[in-house]
């Protein structure tokens, strides 16, 4: 686990706990067309057309999980989202692939 006001990389495992142990904030930053085919349970797709709204109704110190495909591109955004004041910011290691494989369901699809 990390230290407040730290990111960390973290395991879908670990995501799972942190997400059945209370409210987190789920954010999937994969391309529009890969989140409408899937994404795990509650995460909103943030990319450069949601980035505004999200920063503006996050809520800064709640525990927040970030994917993208494989568990890379999620470092930067969860380190620019600590830059931005959140305090708890988890990179999911495996990202939304290995989320996937590990709880199918846990996905849903909009499409």
Known sequence: MSTP??????????AREL????PCQVVDIRD????????PSGAEPLDNSTLANFLQR???EQTTL???YHG??????AHFLHQEGFTQVHSVDGGVELWRQQYP??????A
Do not use: P, W
């Open 105 to 110: 369901d846990l996905m849903e699809a909009m």
């Open 72 to 77: 890379n591109s999620s470092q930067q955004a």
């Open 32 to 39: 529009a067309q890969s989140y409408l085919l899937g994404h």
């Open 5 to 14: 006001g730290a990111i960390s990389r973290i395991s879908c495992e670990k």
């Open 19 to 22: 997400l059945t142990a209370g």
């Open 58 to 60: 996050a809520n800064r």
């Open 66 to 68: 970030v994917f993208c």
